[in-house]
């Protein structure tokens, strides 16, 4: 038996730190939603009890360090399952781009197995199980739109955005999450208003959502990355009408209704930046 799934990127529409948490985590509060562009996944049992894992990109690990790799391993410890698996990787999604690949491929391999090996666990559990991979593995569990506080576990589903067209663009730069939460310094960032976004979407107002768009850590990578600045000016040229850098980065979304606008904006950051992507928002939960 083989399962094939889709693991969807997603983008942050609010990113907001509180605080430093005792525990050293970030008390945070993000919107995120999950757009069309995602890995897939193929996961088949295999004779033993081993993980193989296989990627189709050099530029992730194959090995327990690769985030599905630790979801299989999770899974088999805490349900003692004495099977061997093969997992496939094919990544669209670009890696250490602010777009949640790893985590969003140790959803796939959680959601995956529980198919696999019929262990009908609810989807709260695998988001519960999630978190103890990474932080946004619990938000991939559900996809949709949603608003994740405490570390970035605790998920509340909200509206959805209307439908639009997203273009992403990353510069051929890898940042590290970490070296962006160390360089934050809360005293200096303008916090965006989450309540404001929870109504602009309940709304359905499109130019809210643009208006209300904010990022915390955008500051911090833009500093490190001038470059990143300068695709957020040209996405702003070329006619989007939201420009945020997702996540800490580098990658940078924008928002247009207009397919034409959105042919621009595409056509018009191609060459200029490494990876560009035009896709739809998926917005709408995505349990499979
Ligand atoms: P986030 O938005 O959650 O901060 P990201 O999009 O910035 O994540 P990822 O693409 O998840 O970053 O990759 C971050 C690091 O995780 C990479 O350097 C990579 O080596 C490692 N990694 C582990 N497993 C995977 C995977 N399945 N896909 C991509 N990267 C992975």
Redesign the pocket.
């Known amino acids: 038996m083989k399962i094939c799934i889709k693991a969807p990127?997603?983008i942050?529409l609010v990113l907001d730190v509180l605080h430093k948490r005792p525990d050293g985590y970030h008390e945070v509060e993000m919107i995120m939603t999950t757009v069309d562009l995602a890995?897939r996944l193929e996961l088949s049992n295999i004779k033993g009890n081993k993980i193989i894992l296989e990627?189709s990109?050099g530029?992730?690990?194959d090995d327990s360090?690769?985030?599905?790799?630790?979801a299989a391993l999770l899974i088999k410890e805490r349900y003692g399952i004495e099977k061997g698996v093969h997992i496939k990787?094919d990544?669209h999604?670009?890696?250490?781009?602010?777009?949640?690949?790893?985590?969003?491929?140790?959803a796939a391999a959680l959601k995956g197995l529980n198919q696999l090996w019929n262990l009908g666990l609810s989807h709260d559990k695998l988001a519960q199980l999630g978190s103890e991979i990474?932080?946004?593995v619990s938000f991939c569990v559900y996809g949709g739109t949603a608003l994740a506080t405490g570390r970035g576990e605790v998920i509340k589903r909200i509206d959805s955005p209307p439908p639009c067209w997203v273009i992403l663009a990353k510069p051929s730069i890898?940042?590290?999450?970490a070296d962006v939460y160390r360089k934050l310094n809360l005293d200096k960032v303008e916090h965006p208003n989450v309540n404001n976004m929870i109504k602009a979407l309940k709304d359905k107002d499109y130019q809210g959502i643009c208006r209300e768009m904010g990022n915390v850590l955008e500051g911090v990578t833009l500093s490190m990355h001038p470059e990143v600045n300068r695709i957020k000016e040209k996405m702003h040229s070329l006619g989007a009408d939201g420009v945020l850098m997702?996540?800490?980065?580098p990658?940078v979304f924008g928002l247009t209704v207009h397919e034409s606008r959105m042919q621009r904006i595409y056509n018009g950051l191609r060459g200029f930046c490494d990876q560009v992507y035009a896709v739809r928002l998926i917005g709408e939960r995505t349990l499979e």
């Open positions: 990127a997603k942050n890995d990627s990109s530029f992730v690990p360090r690769n985030l599905a790799y630790q990787i990544k999604i670009p890696v250490a781009a602010g777009l949640a690949g790893g985590s969003s491929d140790a990474g932080s946004d890898g940042v590290s999450t997702s996540g800490s980065g990658t």
